[in-house]
Structure formats: structure tokens, C-alpha cells
């Protein structure tokens, strides 16, 4: 933990400029003072504390802060989080997320993270809904609430239990807390997070819009839980515990995790790891990396067809489909020249790709929804180009003449192709600059 300064901060100095969207009412406004004030009583170094969260409403919450935030990707907080802590363990990480996040999508995560106690603290904001996405039913709501169209007669199964799952697996500190009780829940929070090893609070915060009869939480919640160390007397305190009862449950005394001093450490050097990646001496081998190239990105340019035509973009769809048929077709040619060499097959660990993966696939954070015809070019544009650069690498390395004339000719063909699709660019000008405005988004909490 980092403490700061001679002056006593106070929690208006750890919120930021931004007015949160939340909904009025929202019991998520006075998680956030919660935070804030936690953080000040502890006086945390701003710029040594990070605040990472996944999706939803109540990830929002970085950004209403002033510290280092991270607004990951939904049901992934904890895993960027965990690896921010490795690999800076003099930062503060306080992770933060909804209960669809943390439990439902990023439900393993949660498991792993208890049993690993890495040194972080993890607040869930448990409204028992889908709040963003406008209402559907999460893990932890009850089995016969009926309000969702998605599940008009409850769904029918019972709610995990958090505390109880985070005591099995491993959790160092567990505590529940309630947003109307934002003073409580601010002594809760700075005790976990001066607490070593991995703490968790789930925090009923009520969801006004979707869930209005929570407003009534205020007159369930009541005390009861006093802190042990001693994981049988937690679990026999929840056998009593009626979802809400508040307090810290168990402070363990378990040492947090750290990095073994023997881990392998990154390779720096890109130019080395390039060389060992793609010196190929064999035709079969070769043959194998080309066949994979076209097929992958064949592959992932189906899914993004696929995709985009679930959103309804039917016309950068069938864009995608013509891609991935062409890559369908050059993976045909290369199987032509390789029917009479024996081609090895390959498990994925094998290839000796220059990155993580085949340099044709369309990398994930390319794609939008609402991308046009021209994005979906320059992709494509991109890809050709980077097989172009592989190809080019290898016939410059090999020692084997047939692999050489190999991958000049490949080479040579993705060229052609890069070519090719430079002239499409007449046909499908760039598009406004608003292409990205949604006029009808998911979900607005404005
Ligand atoms: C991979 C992925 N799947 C689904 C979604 C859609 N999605 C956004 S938020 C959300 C659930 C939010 O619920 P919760 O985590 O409980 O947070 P709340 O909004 O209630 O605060 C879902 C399913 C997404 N953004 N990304
Ligand atoms: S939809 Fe629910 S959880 Fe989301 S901001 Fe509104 S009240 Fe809060």
C-alpha cells in the first residue's frame, strides 16, 4: 500500500472532473464516495494506485476517480488486474465490477483470483441485474423474479452464494457492505485494502431502474458479521447469514501471492525473436505455416461476416465473406503446390509465427459494428500486407533454395493481392467522420 503527503487528503481530491451517468438513485453513487473517502483515510498516492474494472455499469467507476483507471473488457477485471499487480507490485489495485461481470462472465476468474490471493482488492457492485443492458437476470438474482422478458417466469435457479464461494476458494478478507451506508462501507474498503492477499466485498447497490423494490434494501440490511481469522467459524457464521447480513466475515492471514524469482522474463529483443520465429528450411514445414495463414484468416474473417450480420451490417457482411472466400481460394492454391510434398501437421504451440499468431488474422480490436465497407479494406489491406512481409522474411532467410523460390513466388502472389485491393479503395471512399455514432445505442444512461 501506498501511503502519501504531508497534507490530509480528502475524498473530493480522489474524484475527477467527470458527473457519473448513472441513473438518479443509483445505488452506485455512494460507492464511489465510499472509494473515495476510503482512499483518503488511507491516503493513498495517487499516482501509485490503479482502479481497474470490466463492463457495466458499475465498472464505470474508474473514471469518476482521479487515481491510474483501467476500464478493461467485461468479466476480464481481475485478469488485467492480476497482472498489473505482477508486474508492478508497488501499485495499489483496487478492482471494481457488477455482479454479471464479476460472477457470470468473469465467474472463473473470480474462483482463481480467491484461490491465487494475489494482493488486490475487489469490490462488487451486486444489484442482482444486467444493469446496463437493461434489465436481465445475473447469477445472484433470485430464482423467481419474473420482471425479465428474457426470463418471464423467473430464472428458475437458485442465486450463487459470493461470500461463501470466495471463503471456499481462498479469499484472504471477505466482507459485505451496503451502499446506503456509504461511511460503513468506506471503513470496510480501506480495511481491505490495507489487508495483504486478495479481499473481496460484495456491495448490495441497488438498481433503481431495473430492480426499484431494492430501494426497500435499506430496511433488510443490518449488521452481524465480526471479523475472524478462522475459516470454520466463517463458514458456520453464513450458514445463518440471510444475503444480508453486513461486516467484515474473515481476515485471513494467508501471505499474498508474489512472482516465483525464477519466472522467465519477456523477450525484449524483436529482431532476435523474428529470426528464431521464421528461418525455415523445410518445404513441408513451410507449406504447413502457408496453408495455416490463409485458413486462419479465412476463419476469422467468417466470424467477423458472422458477426456483422447479427448487427445488421449486411453490407460490410458480405464484404467479410467475399475475404474470407478468397482466402479460401489462395489456401487452395497453396494445397495445389504442396500435393506432392509431405506436409507435416502441425499443433498449434509448433508454428514459428513472428507474433501470437498467423500474421493474416484480422486482429480482434479491429472490427467495430458499425464499421464500413472502406474499414474493412484497409483491414484486409493490413493483413495482405503483413503476409506479404512473412513471406518476404522467409524466402530472405532460408537456407533451402526450394523453400526460397517458395516463398518469393507467395510473396510475390500477396503483393498482387495488396495490389488488388488498394483499387478498391475507389469503389468504397472513406466514410464521415461520425461513422461510429450510434442513433440507436444499446443502452443510454444518459
Ligand atoms: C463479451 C461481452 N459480452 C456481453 C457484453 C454485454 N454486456 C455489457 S454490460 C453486461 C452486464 C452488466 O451487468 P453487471 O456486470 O451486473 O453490471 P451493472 O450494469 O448491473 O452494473 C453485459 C452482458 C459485453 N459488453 N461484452
Ligand atoms: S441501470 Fe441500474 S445499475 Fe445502471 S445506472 Fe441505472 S440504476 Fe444504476
Not at 488511507?42 to 463492463?55: D, M, N, P, Q, R
Not at 438498481?207 to 475472524?228: A, L, N, Y
Not at 495488396?418 to 461520425?434: S, T
Request: proline content about 7%; aromatic content about 8%; glycine content about 6%.
Amino acid at each position: 500500500m501506498n501511503i502519501q503527503a504531508p497534507v490530509a487528503p480528502k475524498a473530493n481530491d480522489y474524484k475527477s472532473d467527470l458527473k457519473p451517468v448513472w441513473c438518479p438513485g443509483c445505488g452506485d453513487y455512494s460507492v464511489l464516495s465510499a472509494i473515495t473517502k476510503a482512499c483518503a483515510e488511507l491516503a493513498l498516492v495517487k499516482e501509485k494506485t490503479a482502479f481497474v474494472s470490466g463492463i457495466g455499469c458499475s465498472s464505470r467507476i474508474p473514471a469518476y476517480t482521479s487515481v491510474y483507471g483501467f476500464h478493461s473488457v467485461h468479466g476480464r477485471s481481475l485478469a488485467v488486474a492480476t497482472g498489473l499487480k505482477m508486474a508492478r507490485p508497488d501499485l495499489t489495485v483496487i478492482v471494481a465490477g457488477g455482479d454479471g461481470d464479476g460472477f457470470s462472465i468473469g465467474g472463473n476468474h473470480f474462483l482463481h483470483a480467491c484461490r491465487r490471493n494475489v494482493n488486490l482488492t475487489y469490490i462488487v457492485m451486486d444489484n442482482r441485474v444486467y444493469g446496463m443492458t437493461k434489465g436481465q437476470a445475473s447469477p445472484t438474482t433470485e430464482s423467481d423474479w419474473t420482471e425479465s422478458d428474457l426470463t418471464p417466469e423467473g430464472p428458475g435457479v437458485s442465486p450463487i452464494m459470493p461470500l461463501q464461494l470466495a471463503l471456499t476458494c481462498g479469499a484472504n478478507f471477505i466482507a459485505r457492505g451496503f451502499s446506503g451506508d456509504p461511511n460503513g462501507l468506506s471503513k470496510i474498503i480501506a480495511e481491505a485494502i490495507a489487508h495483504p492477499g486478495f479481499s473481496f466485498i460484495q456491495v448490495l447497490s441497488p438498481c433503481v431502474t431495473f430492480r426499484p423494490e431494492q430501494r426497500d434494501w435499506k430496511s433488510m440490511i443490518h449488521g452481524g458479521f465480526e471479523p475472524t481469522n478462522d475459516p470454520r467459524e466463517a463458514a458456520r457464521r453464513l450458514l445463518d447469514d440471510d444475503m444480508f447480513t453486513s461486516g467484515i466475515l474473515y481476515a485471513g492471514t494467508k501471505a499474498s501471492f508474489s512472482v516465483p524469482k525464477s519466472m522467465p522474463k519477456p523477450a525484449t529483443d524483436l529482431a532476435k525473436s523474428f529470426k528464431r520465429f521464421t528461418a525455415m528450411d523445410d518445404v513441408g514445414e513451410f507449406l504447413a505455416h502457408a496453408l495455416a495463414l490463409e485458413n486462419e484468416a479465412a476463419t476469422r474473417y467468417e466470424e467477423l461476416a458472422d458477426s456483422m450480420k447479427t448487427h445488421n451490417n449486411k453490407e460490410v457482411a458480405e464484404l467479410f465473406a467475399q475475404m474470407a472466400d478468397f482466402s479460401r481460394k489462395h489456401a487452395a492454391e497453396v494445397a495445389a503446390r504442396a500435393s506432392n510434398v509431405t506436409v507435416p501437421h502441425l499443433a498449434p504451440w509448433e508454428f514459428r509465427w513472428p507474433g501470437n499468431e498467423p500474421p493474416e488474422t484480422t486482429d480482434n480490436e479491429a472490427s467495430h459494428y458499425l464499421m464500413k465497407p472502406y474499414h474493412v479494406i484497409q483491414v484486409a489491406l493490413r493483413n495482405e500486407t503483413r503476409g506479404q512481409e512473412f513471406y518476404a522474411q522467409v524466402a530472405d532467410m532460408t537456407r533451402n533454395d526450394e523453400v526460397r523460390k517458395l516463398a518469393a513466388t507467395f510473396a510475390l502472389e500477396e503483393a498482387t493481392h495488396v495490389a488488388e485491393l488498394e483499387k478498391w479503395f475507389a469503389r468504397f471512399p472513406a466514410p464521415k467522420q461520425d461513422w461510429a455514432e450510434d442513433s440507436d445505442p444499446a443502452n443510454s444512461m444518459e
